[in-house]
């Protein structure tokens, strides 16, 4: 039972564009959601996060959008550079009132010149 | 910043052995971790919550007999992968969460179980 599901695996962007990354969630008791960047064997980096009471959340290129009647967020890169080419997770909290964090299945972002 | 460091960072054992992985918060006290697991191209599974002087709190479906979590400090806890076998090869993540700070991730461990 996938709580949380990136339905684009990869997405490909041209250098100077936007890339947008989209995450569903399915549960409504989740008030807190956080986008990672990660590369193959190294721990997920922080990137930008976004309370439930928010619709948006905006920290240099990148910004995050919530809709709650929609159960569903996106990263907004822009402008995309090749350095962002990772693997992006959304992430989510609050579950049973605990900390821990339910991830998404992952978008492969590849940004080519 | 809030940093968590993990080692090893890579692990090879044979089949039947155990594995101890560490994840300590070096500038902060953590009473909760997060383990977690990842598989080649797949997203990255809770597999427990540690707490700090307490049993751990596993995730449905994950063996607490053979991923054995120990929180002994405010600092430190590790992950014990017992009687491993071929399909544990995994990478494994630790996480904790700082005050005032988001959730901090160490480097990961990679285990390969031949």
């Known amino acids: 039972d996938q709580q949380v599901k990136q339905n684009s695996p990869s997405l490909s962007v041209q250098e100077g564009r936007i890339s947008i990354l989209n995450c569903d969630y399915t549960n409504s008791m989740f008030d807190y959601f956080l986008w990672y960047k990660k590369y193959p064997a190294e721990g997920p980096t922080f990137l930008i996060s976004i309370s439930s009471i928010k619709d948006k959340n905006e920290d240099g290129r990148f910004t995050v959008f919530l809709n709650k009647s929609a159960k569903h967020l996106s990263l907004h890169i822009v402008p995309s550079q090749p350095g962002d080419s990772a693997v992006y997770f959304c992430a989510a909290r609050g579950l049973y009132n605990t900390d821990k964090l339910i991830f998404g299945t992952g978008t492969r972002l590849q940004v080519f010149p | 910043g809030a940093v968590v460091s993990q080692h090893p960072s890579w692990v090879i054992c044979k089949s039947g052995t155990s594995v101890k992985i560490e994840c300590r918060s070096l500038d902060f006290q953590a009473t909760t971790m997060f383990w977690y697991r990842q598989f080649p191209k797949q997203s990255l599974m809770l597999m427990a919550t540690?707490?700090?002087?307490?049993?751990?709190?596993?995730e449905q479906g994950v063996e607490k007999d053979k991923f054995l979590i120990n929180h002994a400090s405010l600092t430190l806890s590790t992950l014990t992968v017992t009687s491993a076998h071929p399909e544990d090869s995994s990478f494994y993540i630790c996480s904790a969460r700082p005050p005032d700070y988001g959730y901090t991730f160490g480097s990961g461990t990679r285990l390969t179980v031949v």
């Open positions: 540690s707490n700090e002087g307490s049993k751990a709190t596993y």
